[in-house]
């Protein structure tokens, strides 16, 4: 039966440093493996590589990009091999921009059971690498405006606070983690309860101390949002000009709520939108269709 390993110190600590929580990702890391091994062993490597073998490795990146999930790949490392793989090195940090044929980390540890821990290490490195490059490019996008993209809940389930780490790694700002630490009032929450109004007095009735964003698709309901109450507004589907015309409004009867646009907003017109004076961007994209970074795990030589 494999024997699955728990985290060093220094690597609980570095996902804590990022905001993660280390025993989540430790129980990810398993389900991945065991998935992978599917109640076996690694074949492959089992029959071609010497029990005793050890080998030092390289993750190198392959593309232009940011890296993220430096500590979540170390993490897989050290549950798969234990005290048996010497210090996983961090040769760049997360959040760094890299060239191809970057090396970003290093590692010592026997050969068959490194192997055995490629893939899941990689695919959590190369999705959460794209997250943050992927963010990134909104971030630059949008440098000097003075608005900041910001991430959805659309993301993969059972990964959002790594991909929300990805985003923060990328530049990004996190809206709420999930549906208890922060209210957004949509429209069909408006339909329900009878009026915006009336559904932002009920979500402070239950709970009044978290912020409270109201969807809008019209300045009229710009203006209900802001008289309700509204932390912040989502202005949904507005033109350029209605932004504009919004962030006036909002400066002049609520300058401290905080003005969210989404909807059809693309890497193309995102500086225009930042130029309006709103200041966030909602970005669906970030999570739910950033492409992976290629990131490989290669081998470098066998350790006598």
């Not at 804590?16 to 091994?37: H, K, N, Q, S, Y």
């Not at 490195?125 to 991430?151: F, I, M, N, Q």
């Not at 912040?232 to 409004?249: H, S």
């Amino acid at each position: 039966m494999f024997v699955f390993h728990p985290l060093s110190e220094a690597t609980r600590a570095r996902l804590a440093t990022g905001g993660l929580d280390p025993d989540a990702v430790a129980e990810l890391i398993r389900r991945a493996i065991a998935e992978d091994l599917l109640g076996g062993v690694d074949v492959t490597s089992v029959a071609t590589i010497p029990a005793d073998q050890r080998s030092t490795a390289t993750f190198g990146a392959r593309q232009q990009g940011v890296v993220a999930g430096l500590p979540v790949a170390a993490a897989v490392v050290e549950a798969v091999c234990g005290d048996a793989a010497s210090d996983f090195v961090h040769l760049v940090e997360d959040g760094a921009r890299v060239e191809p044929a970057t090396d970003v980390a290093s590692v010592e540890a026997p050969t068959r059971l490194l192997l055995t821990a490629e893939r899941t290490a990689l695919n959590l490195l190369c999705h959460l690498s794209g997250v943050a490059t992927l963010t990134r490019r909104w971030a630059d996008a949008l440098e000097g405006t003075g608005a900041t993209v910001r991430d959805t809940r659309k993301t993969t389930p059972g990964l959002r606070a790594l991909e929300k780490y990805a985003v923060r790694c990328g530049g990004g700002a996190n809206h709420r983690m999930g549906l208890s630490d922060m209210a957004l009032v949509k429209d069909n929450h408006v339909a329900a309860a009878g009026g915006v109004a009336a559904a932002y007095a009920r979500v402070r009735e239950l709970a009044s101390s978290i912020p409270v964003e109201i969807e809008v698709d019209t300045l009229d309901g710009l203006r209900i949002a802001i008289e309700a109450g509204a932390d912040e507004v989502l202005i949904d589907n507005f033109t350029l000009d209605q932004m504009r015309d919004a962030v006036a409004y909002r400066d002049a009867h609520g300058p401290a709520v905080r003005l969210e646009a989404s909807g059809g907003l693309t890497l193309e017109t995102a500086r225009a939108v930042g130029e309006t004076g709103v200041d966030l961007i909602a970005v669906g994209e970030l999570t739910h269709s950033a492409r992976v970074l290629d990131v490989g795990l290669d081998l470098r030589a066998v350790v006598d």
